[in-house]
Antibody
Protein backbone atom coordinates (compact mmCIF):
# COMPACT_ATOMS: atom_id res chain seq x y z
CA UNK A 1 0.00 0.00 0.00
CA UNK A 2 1.42 3.35 -1.05
CA UNK A 3 1.44 6.09 1.57
CA UNK A 4 2.45 9.71 1.16
CA UNK A 5 3.31 11.83 4.20
CA UNK A 6 3.62 15.58 3.76
CA UNK A 7 5.62 17.97 5.91
CA UNK A 8 6.44 21.64 5.86
CA UNK A 9 5.41 25.01 7.30
CA UNK A 10 1.85 26.23 7.22
CA UNK A 11 2.71 29.93 7.12
CA UNK A 12 4.93 31.69 4.60
CA UNK A 13 5.56 35.42 4.25
CA UNK A 14 4.89 37.19 0.95
CA UNK A 15 7.85 37.17 -1.49
CA UNK A 16 9.42 34.21 0.31
CA UNK A 17 9.67 30.56 -0.76
CA UNK A 18 7.09 27.88 0.02
CA UNK A 19 8.77 24.52 0.67
CA UNK A 20 7.01 21.19 1.22
CA UNK A 21 8.23 17.61 1.29
CA UNK A 22 6.39 14.38 0.54
CA UNK A 23 7.81 11.14 1.97
CA UNK A 24 6.92 7.98 0.06
CA UNK A 25 6.36 4.50 1.49
CA UNK A 26 5.28 1.46 -0.48
CA UNK A 27 6.79 2.71 -3.74
CA UNK A 28 9.95 4.34 -5.02
CA UNK A 29 10.46 7.90 -6.21
CA UNK A 30 12.71 6.32 -8.87
CA UNK A 31 9.95 4.03 -10.15
CA UNK A 32 9.81 3.75 -13.93
CA UNK A 33 6.01 3.55 -13.84
CA UNK A 34 5.02 6.41 -11.52
CA UNK A 35 5.07 10.18 -11.51
CA UNK A 36 5.15 12.31 -8.38
CA UNK A 37 2.89 15.33 -8.40
CA UNK A 38 1.94 18.45 -6.48
CA UNK A 39 -1.64 19.70 -6.65
CA UNK A 40 -3.20 22.57 -4.74
CA UNK A 41 -6.77 23.50 -3.86
CA UNK A 42 -8.27 26.87 -3.05
CA UNK A 43 -11.81 28.26 -3.13
CA UNK A 44 -10.88 30.65 -5.94
CA UNK A 45 -8.91 28.26 -8.18
CA UNK A 46 -10.36 24.85 -7.31
CA UNK A 47 -8.08 21.86 -7.80
CA UNK A 48 -4.99 22.98 -9.70
CA UNK A 49 -2.24 20.64 -10.85
CA UNK A 50 1.16 22.31 -10.37
CA UNK A 51 3.69 19.85 -11.70
CA UNK A 52 5.42 16.51 -11.48
CA UNK A 53 8.77 14.78 -11.45
CA UNK A 54 9.38 11.30 -12.83
CA UNK A 55 12.16 8.90 -13.76
CA UNK A 56 12.35 7.18 -17.13
CA UNK A 57 16.05 6.27 -17.38
CA UNK A 58 16.67 9.90 -16.45
CA UNK A 59 14.79 12.54 -14.46
CA UNK A 60 12.10 14.69 -16.04
CA UNK A 61 9.89 17.52 -14.81
CA UNK A 62 6.67 18.96 -16.13
CA UNK A 63 5.18 22.16 -14.73
CA UNK A 64 1.99 24.13 -15.17
CA UNK A 65 2.53 27.28 -17.20
CA UNK A 66 0.84 29.34 -14.46
CA UNK A 67 3.70 28.66 -12.03
CA UNK A 68 6.51 27.56 -14.36
CA UNK A 69 8.77 30.55 -13.61
CA UNK A 70 8.51 30.03 -9.84
CA UNK A 71 8.31 26.27 -9.24
CA UNK A 72 10.77 23.47 -8.67
CA UNK A 73 9.92 19.83 -7.90
CA UNK A 74 12.88 17.66 -6.96
CA UNK A 75 13.34 14.00 -6.06
CA UNK A 76 15.49 12.87 -3.15
CA UNK A 77 16.39 9.26 -3.82
CA UNK A 78 18.37 8.86 -0.58
CA UNK A 79 15.23 9.57 1.47
CA UNK A 80 12.65 8.30 -1.04
CA UNK A 81 10.80 11.60 -1.10
CA UNK A 82 10.19 14.59 -3.32
CA UNK A 83 9.80 18.25 -2.65
CA UNK A 84 8.01 21.36 -3.85
CA UNK A 85 9.53 24.82 -3.87
CA UNK A 86 7.43 27.77 -4.97
CA UNK A 87 9.26 31.09 -5.05
CA UNK A 88 8.04 34.67 -4.66
CA UNK A 89 4.72 33.69 -3.12
CA UNK A 90 1.78 36.06 -2.80
CA UNK A 91 -1.51 35.71 -0.91
CA UNK A 92 -2.91 34.16 -4.13
CA UNK A 93 -0.76 31.10 -3.37
CA UNK A 94 -2.68 30.42 -0.16
CA UNK A 95 -4.15 26.94 -0.59
CA UNK A 96 -4.17 23.36 0.61
CA UNK A 97 -1.23 21.65 -1.09
CA UNK A 98 -1.32 17.93 -1.85
CA UNK A 99 1.32 15.55 -3.10
CA UNK A 100 0.02 12.67 -5.20
CA UNK A 101 1.25 9.66 -7.13
CA UNK A 102 0.14 9.03 -10.69
CA UNK A 103 0.88 5.55 -11.93
CA UNK A 104 0.12 1.89 -11.74
CA UNK A 105 -2.75 0.69 -13.87
CA UNK A 106 -4.72 3.91 -13.49
CA UNK A 107 -2.13 6.40 -14.81
CA UNK A 108 -3.91 9.08 -12.82
CA UNK A 109 -3.63 10.35 -9.25
CA UNK A 110 -4.39 7.25 -7.22
CA UNK A 111 -2.61 8.02 -3.95
CA UNK A 112 -2.61 11.38 -2.16
CA UNK A 113 -0.92 12.94 0.82
CA UNK A 114 -2.97 14.28 3.67
CA UNK A 115 -2.75 17.89 2.53
CA UNK A 116 -1.04 20.94 4.03
CA UNK A 117 -2.79 24.27 4.41
CA UNK A 118 -0.26 26.93 3.48
CA UNK A 119 -1.18 30.51 4.26
CA UNK A 120 0.79 33.36 2.69
CA UNK A 121 0.64 36.28 5.08
CA UNK A 122 2.94 38.72 6.80
CA UNK B 1 -5.51 23.74 -21.62
CA UNK B 2 -8.41 21.27 -21.62
CA UNK B 3 -11.32 22.82 -19.74
CA UNK B 4 -13.53 20.48 -17.72
CA UNK B 5 -17.09 21.61 -17.02
CA UNK B 6 -19.37 19.75 -14.64
CA UNK B 7 -23.13 19.95 -14.21
CA UNK B 8 -24.93 20.55 -12.02
CA UNK B 9 -22.90 22.52 -9.46
CA UNK B 10 -24.99 20.97 -6.69
CA UNK B 11 -27.44 18.12 -6.46
CA UNK B 12 -29.83 16.89 -3.77
CA UNK B 13 -31.04 13.30 -4.03
CA UNK B 14 -33.11 11.13 -1.70
CA UNK B 15 -31.51 8.14 -0.02
CA UNK B 16 -31.75 5.09 -2.25
CA UNK B 17 -32.33 7.14 -5.37
CA UNK B 18 -30.05 7.59 -8.39
CA UNK B 19 -27.62 10.48 -8.69
CA UNK B 20 -26.06 11.50 -12.00
CA UNK B 21 -23.27 14.01 -12.51
CA UNK B 22 -22.17 15.20 -15.93
CA UNK B 23 -18.73 16.26 -17.13
CA UNK B 24 -17.79 17.80 -20.46
CA UNK B 25 -14.26 18.34 -21.74
CA UNK B 26 -13.33 21.11 -24.21
CA UNK B 27 -11.37 18.58 -26.28
CA UNK B 28 -11.63 14.84 -26.71
CA UNK B 29 -9.75 12.83 -24.09
CA UNK B 30 -10.04 9.59 -26.08
CA UNK B 31 -6.58 8.37 -27.07
CA UNK B 32 -6.66 6.73 -30.51
CA UNK B 33 -3.62 4.54 -29.82
CA UNK B 34 -5.34 2.49 -27.11
CA UNK B 35 -9.00 3.56 -27.37
CA UNK B 36 -8.99 4.70 -23.74
CA UNK B 37 -10.62 7.80 -22.32
CA UNK B 38 -8.18 9.56 -20.00
CA UNK B 39 -10.92 10.63 -17.59
CA UNK B 40 -11.15 10.08 -13.85
CA UNK B 41 -13.72 10.75 -11.14
CA UNK B 42 -12.83 11.72 -7.60
CA UNK B 43 -14.80 11.98 -4.38
CA UNK B 44 -13.78 14.50 -1.72
CA UNK B 45 -15.16 14.70 1.80
CA UNK B 46 -14.45 17.65 4.13
CA UNK B 47 -10.90 17.73 5.46
CA UNK B 48 -9.78 14.85 3.23
CA UNK B 49 -7.84 14.64 -0.02
CA UNK B 50 -9.68 13.63 -3.17
CA UNK B 51 -10.19 9.88 -3.53
CA UNK B 52 -10.01 8.21 -6.94
CA UNK B 53 -13.27 6.40 -7.71
CA UNK B 54 -13.18 5.78 -11.46
CA UNK B 55 -10.40 5.80 -14.07
CA UNK B 56 -10.38 5.23 -17.83
CA UNK B 57 -13.86 6.80 -17.59
CA UNK B 58 -15.53 3.57 -16.50
CA UNK B 59 -13.15 1.38 -14.45
CA UNK B 60 -13.83 1.33 -10.72
CA UNK B 61 -10.82 1.71 -8.48
CA UNK B 62 -10.23 -1.21 -6.11
CA UNK B 63 -12.53 -1.08 -3.09
CA UNK B 64 -15.05 1.32 -4.61
CA UNK B 65 -18.66 0.09 -4.21
CA UNK B 66 -20.36 -1.09 -7.39
CA UNK B 67 -23.15 1.48 -6.98
CA UNK B 68 -20.62 3.90 -8.51
CA UNK B 69 -20.32 3.72 -12.29
CA UNK B 70 -18.81 5.88 -14.98
CA UNK B 71 -19.73 6.23 -18.62
CA UNK B 72 -19.24 8.28 -21.74
CA UNK B 73 -16.54 8.79 -24.32
CA UNK B 74 -14.75 11.55 -26.18
CA UNK B 75 -15.94 14.76 -24.55
CA UNK B 76 -19.06 13.77 -22.58
CA UNK B 77 -19.00 11.71 -19.42
CA UNK B 78 -21.23 10.77 -16.50
CA UNK B 79 -20.80 9.51 -12.97
CA UNK B 80 -23.80 7.62 -11.65
CA UNK B 81 -24.52 6.52 -8.10
CA UNK B 82 -27.26 3.94 -8.50
CA UNK B 83 -28.63 4.03 -4.94
CA UNK B 84 -27.48 6.95 -2.84
CA UNK B 85 -26.15 6.17 0.65
CA UNK B 86 -25.58 8.66 3.43
CA UNK B 87 -21.81 8.18 3.19
CA UNK B 88 -21.86 9.36 -0.45
CA UNK B 89 -22.40 12.98 0.61
CA UNK B 90 -19.32 14.70 -0.81
CA UNK B 91 -18.02 16.86 -3.62
CA UNK B 92 -17.30 14.99 -6.85
CA UNK B 93 -14.74 16.04 -9.44
CA UNK B 94 -13.93 14.86 -12.92
CA UNK B 95 -10.36 15.15 -14.19
CA UNK B 96 -8.66 14.69 -17.52
CA UNK B 97 -5.21 13.13 -17.60
CA UNK B 98 -4.96 13.03 -21.38
CA UNK B 99 -2.65 16.01 -21.56
CA UNK B 100 -0.67 18.19 -19.18
CA UNK B 101 -1.75 20.36 -17.44
CA UNK B 102 -4.09 17.84 -15.89
CA UNK B 103 -7.30 19.71 -15.22
CA UNK B 104 -10.26 19.19 -12.94
CA UNK B 105 -13.89 20.19 -13.16
CA UNK B 106 -15.21 22.76 -10.72
CA UNK B 107 -16.90 20.11 -8.58
CA UNK B 108 -20.46 18.97 -7.90
CA UNK B 109 -21.72 19.04 -4.33
CA UNK B 110 -23.96 16.06 -3.60
CA UNK B 111 -26.37 16.26 -0.68
CA UNK B 112 -29.26 14.27 0.74
CA UNK B 113 -32.76 15.54 -0.05
Amino acid sequence: QVQLQQSGPGLVKPSQTLSLTCAISGDSVSSNSAAWNWIRQSPSRGLEWLGKTYYRSKWYNDYAVSVKSRISINPDTSKNQFSLQLNSVTPEDTAVYYCARAGGSTLTHDYWGQGTLVTVSS
Amino acid sequence: DIVMTQSPDSLAVSLGERATINCKSSQSVLHSSNNKNYLGWFQQKPGQPPKLLIYWASTRQSGVPDRFSGGGSGTDFTLTISSLQAEDVAVYYCQQYYRSPYTFGQGTKLEIK
